[in-house]
């Protein structure tokens, strides 16, 4: 892929820019008539489109030239200033979804223009290799193209029915041939819609009202999981949300992952009382963190035992940490399974699913009331039917494994050899690395990494050209899409960032 090339043209309202690479060519226009409450950027963007080409230009030269110009390298993102600028005063934060802003990382977000397989575009022109991937769907790339023909195909003859589709039964039967846990599927529009259905559903199938989650992981913003939380509630600081109702969040008990006495002395404690318990089979939301070994079967055992549910939420694991999700990598079968993310290809998607006896007690089959005006939208089925079938393509997670080893790999190497402490691991295409030489077995381990440190990598990392989620509590994503050259890049930029970060 060539990168993008930035030419100020003139424009009536302002200033024209044209963004042409191997994505295609797009049009931007800056000011006050087009983009309201921005100050025009005629003479300082086409400087700052200057400058990245240059940038650009040198980085395609090679490392050597690279190492060179190391100490002059500055990531211009003037643009991306102006819009959170404005953005603060029209949106809480300037972001729509806290884990967007960069409060953990220092500096603005960097606000996106195009992204296409394994890179992303910046306002700016600035081009990343892309780790975070829409935090998960994009598996296959982003803007896969055969994704982008069966989304418009669908588009096509129309974007929501508020009826069913056939689309619906066909990705249904897609994730029941996947998904160990799953005989039924009720699809939703989020995971956090996912999660919040299954914690009603564990009530109400059981008659019980206590859930135990773990420590550091996110299960979205329902109000039974705001409660140590991880993702952006561990980003930013906090531990609970104000706003929910103590009633609910009492009925919550949490326990530290990966640690299985914790587990028994609730239900010892609780006999009775628990509904089920939810965690992440592998954490992404704590960074990456994987389960001890006989850790999940044991969890299996014990909620057999008292009668609760089990749920393994599978929004980000599913149909990334293998086809059939971390249950069917690791042989175990939850009773529940959350999902989103890569199953909506790059749409607002997300589903639960279980075994008939207990899914048939959601309406209309039975008495627990879930609904959604755009609940199964077409175009998001498509788009989710096109990516499962790409996936189940010969070679793909071994693709995706391969190269995400030889990335954390090569980051720890590059960490290390710099007198880093660091620890990290990857399963398929799902990957971290701490700033502490570990282990790391669960959010209380995860909180020992120097953040500190973090962000300076998370900065330096950026001004290569590499994009991370900004937030050291966050796994990171790779696709089909990346390429082994880019692994080799990323590997080099995190050898000279660590070289600049002092011990
Ligand atoms: C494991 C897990 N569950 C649930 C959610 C919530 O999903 P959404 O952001 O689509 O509401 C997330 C989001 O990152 C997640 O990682």
Do not use: W
Not at 257 to 265: F, S
Not at 426 to 431: A, E, G, K, P, Q
């Amino acid at each position: 892929m060539t990168r993008s090339k930035f030419t100020p043209g003139p424009f009536p309202c302002g200033v024209m820019f044209v963004a042409s690479n191997s994505i295609g060519t797009s049009l931007f226009v800056t000011g006050k008539t087009h983009v309201r409450h921005l100050q025009p950027l005629a003479k300082n963007a086409g400087s700052c489109s200057a400058k990245n080409t240059r940038r650009k230009s040198r980085m395609q030269a090679g490392a050597t030239t690279l190492k060179a110009v190391a100490s002059e390298r500055r990531l211009c993102t003037q643009r991306s200033e102006e819009i959170m600028r404005d953005a603060v005063n029209v949106m809480p934060g300037g972001v729509s979804s806290p884990v967007r802003a960069f409060r953990s990382v220092g500096g603005n977000p960097i606000v996106f223009e195009s992204t296409k397989g394994s890179k992303i575009v910046d306002v700016d022109g600035n081009e990343y290799i892309d780790y975070v991937l829409s935090f998960g769907p994009s598996v296959v790339g982003s803007a896969n193209d055969e994704v982008i023909e069966a989304v418009s195909t669908q588009a096509r003859k129309g974007l929501s029915f508020g009826a069913p589709s056939y689309l619906e039964n066909q990705l249904a039967h897609a994730i029941i041939d996947a998904v160990p846990s799953a005989e039924m599927v009720r699809f939703v529009s989020s995971g956090t819609e996912a999660c919040i259905s299954a914690a009603r559903l564990m009530r109400a199938y059981t008659g019980r009202e206590k859930i135990i989650k773990m420590t550091g992981c996110y299960h979205g913003h329902g109000d039974s999981f705001l409660v140590s939380a991880g993702s952006g509630v561990a980003t930013l600081g906090l531990s609970d949300s104000p706003g929910v109702l103590k009633s609910v969040a009492s009925a919550t008990i949490v326990v530290p992952y990966n640690n299985i006495e914790a587990i028994r002395e609730v239900f010892r404690k609780h006999q009775g009382e628990i509904a089920g318990v939810f965690l992440e089979p592998v954490v992404g939301n704590s960074g990456f963190i994987e389960p001890l070994p006989g850790y999940l079967a044991e969890l299996r055992e014990i909620t057999k035992q008292n009668g609760a549910l089990l749920l393994f939420d599978e929004v980000m694991t599913g149909f990334r940490i293998s086809y059939g999700g971390a249950q069917s990598h690791f042989d175990v079968t939850p009773d529940l399974t959350t999902l989103g993310k890569v199953i909506g290809g790059g749409y607002p998607v997300g589903a639960y699913a279980g075994p008939r006896h207990i899914m048939e007690t959601v309406a209309p089959a039975g008495p627990m009331y879930q609904a959604g005006t755009l609940s199964g939208s077409p175009v998001g089925m498509a788009a989710g039917l096109k990516t499962l079938e790409i996936l189940r393509r010969p070679g793909t997670y071994e693709y995706l494994q391969r190269i995400t080893q030889r990335l954390v790999e090569g980051l720890l190497d590059a960490a290390r050899s710099n007198g880093h402490e660091a620890c990290g691991g990857s399963l398929y295409s799902m990957f971290g690395m701490f700033f502490t030489k570990g282990p790391v077995h669960n959010f209380e381990d995860a909180k020992k990494s120097d953040t500190e440190k973090f962000k300076k990598f998370h900065r330096g990392m950026l001004e290569e050209g590499v994009y991370l989620a900004p937030s050291q509590f966050e796994a990171g994503f790779t696709s089909l899409a990346h390429t082994e050259d880019d692994i080799e890049r990323t590997i080099e930029a995190a050898r000279r960032v660590l070289a600049r970060i002092p011990a």
